[in-house]
């Protein structure tokens, strides 16, 4: 067993391959590793170890992406007039702070997830976030942030090492132990050429 090294492994995880001998031990690896123990169809396979097998999995791949993409244009709800007002008035509110707010087409997991709001009493966005620390590969959604919270204070509860939480200081230790001026916050330039990070 990779987690207890006590063991012997009786299951493999689909999605890291990391051996375990009992339930326990699954759920710690998962944990630890933040793994959600799915085998990734996406992942990649050389030629040299591509089988029937490889071919049949990524074919049953390509129908469920096109049975999903077809649900979703059928969806009710992504069509509704109640739901293009409320991105219309998201997009003028946006419009008029200065702000590019830009919307993904309907069925793409991102749009269904964002909880992006407009307070018209407070005249406020309340914000969906999405936190990745990559040199520990954890990631932190957040939800209904409001605009006029500093990036300091978002971060507090991740990286402060007095205020954070023990179990996500332990994780992001990296991050607690750094001075302050050495961690940069980095935003994704969006729109850019396939596999071109920014």
Same mark, same amino acid.
């Given at each position: ?71 979703? !244009? ?6 509704? +007039?109640?739901? #293009?007002? &409320?991105?219309?008035? $998201? ?46 590969? !954890? ?6 942030? +409001?605009?006029? #919270?500093? &990036?300091?204070?978002? $971060? ?43």
């Amino acid at each position: 067993c990779e987690t207890c090294s006590k063991e012997e492994a009786k299951y493999r995880c689909p999605r890291c391959m990391k051996y375990s001998c009992s339930l326990l031990c699954v759920k710690k690896h998962k944990l630890a590793l933040s793994c959600n123990g799915v085998r990734d169809r996406t992942a990649f396979v050389s030629v040299n170890d591509f089988t029937d097998l490889n071919l049949l999995s990524d074919y049953r791949f390509l129908e469920d992406v096109g049975r999903t993409a077809d649900a979703a !244009a059928r969806h009710p709800i992504m069509h509704s +007039p109640a739901t #293009k007002k &409320l991105l219309y008035c $998201l997009r003028n509110k946006a419009r008029k702070c200065n702000i590019d707010l830009r919307t993904l087409p309907v069925g793409f997991t991102k749009r269904r997830e964002n909880s992006t709001t407009f307070n018209c009493m407070e005249k406020k966005f309340y914000w969906h976030l999405k936190l990745i620390f990559p040199h520990c590969d !954890a990631e932190y959604t957040l939800k209904g942030v +409001p605009d006029d #919270k500093t &990036l300091a204070d978002i $971060l507090k509860p991740y990286i402060d090492p007095v205020e954070s939480d023990p179990v996500v200081c332990q994780r992001l230790k990296i991050y607690t132990a750094s001075p302050q001026s050495d961690v940069q916050i980095l935003m994704k330039i969006e729109n850019r050429k396939q596999n071109s990070v920014r």
